[in-house]
């Protein structure tokens, strides 16, 4: 079957780095995403990774392996604003979205 | 955990027809749903929030005419996208909210919608 695995909550400090890790196992493969989702909002997109490699925008950067079936999201110079659920989903041959359960992060002063 | 499913999975229509995708939350009570659509490599865009029993509201630049939504029940809601061209072949995703105290929302595998 089709699965996507992601730790349930995540804690880390103002200021410091954290990395989310995602490993997933789908049948194909045509792209994964992070999204970052605030408490009663709608997910936003933070990043797309279809190669492997790292891709960085600002303060986030994402991490690709297609060998492993894994990608990581990683913050850095974490604000409280970042505060949030992240989704990891893959896209898989049928270019249906397979979702992770997202992972949680609580930030602490 | 919460399930959400889609119908169809993957519809191809011709131009100037117009389908209806069904969102359904399996083993709970979504007050909330969400629809998305999602062009290729681009981040995923919501088009409406629909409560139960109300009409659902907009985003801006959505066409409320085009994109009908009916939230009909605590576990189904319905996307019907009218007289369909083919700039409207996209990705649509929805997705549901239980409500309850975490307040998670649970998405659905999404509807490939191709118009010829």
């Known amino acids: 079957g089709q699965n996507i695995d992601q730790p349930t909550e995540m804690t880390a400090t103002e200021g410091a780095i954290v990395q989310i890790n995602c490993t997933y196992q789908?049948?194909?493969?045509?792209?994964l995403f992070w999204y970052q989702q605030h408490a009663g909002e709608a997910p936003t997109f933070l990043s797309y990774?279809?190669l492997d490699g790292l891709e960085e925008k600002g303060r986030f950067s994402s991490f690709l392996s297609r060998s492993k079936g894994y990608s990581y999201l990683l913050l850095k110079e974490l604000q409280m604003k970042d505060s949030a659920s992240y989704l990891c989903?893959?896209?898989?041959?049928?270019?249906?979205?397979?979702w992770g359960a997202g992972t949680k992060l609580i930030i602490k002063p | 955990g919460a399930v959400v499913s889609q119908h169809p999975s993957r519809v191809i229509c011709k131009s100037g027809t117009s389908v209806k995708i069904e969102c359904r939350s399996l083993?709970?009570?979504?007050?909330?749903m969400f629809w998305y659509r999602q062009f290729p490599k681009q981040s995923l865009m919501l088009m409406a929030t629909?409560?139960?029993?109300?009409?659902?509201?907009?985003e801006q630049g959505v066409e409320k005419d085009k994109f009908l939504i009916n939230h009909a029940s605590l576990t189904l809601s319905t996307l019907t996208v009218t007289s369909a061209h083919p700039e409207d072949s996209s990705f649509y995703i929805c997705?549901?909210?239980?409500?309850?105290?975490?307040?998670?929302?649970?998405f659905g595998p999404g509807t490939r919608l191709t118009v010829t």
């Open positions: 989903a893959v896209m898989d041959s049928n270019y249906q979205l397979i």
């Open positions: 789908t049948s194909g493969f045509n792209g």
């Open positions: 997705s549901a909210r239980s409500g309850r105290e975490r307040d998670e929302q649970y």
């Open positions: 629909s409560n139960e029993g109300s009409k659902a509201t907009y």
């Open positions: 083993d709970f009570q979504a007050t909330t």
């Open positions: 990774n279809v």
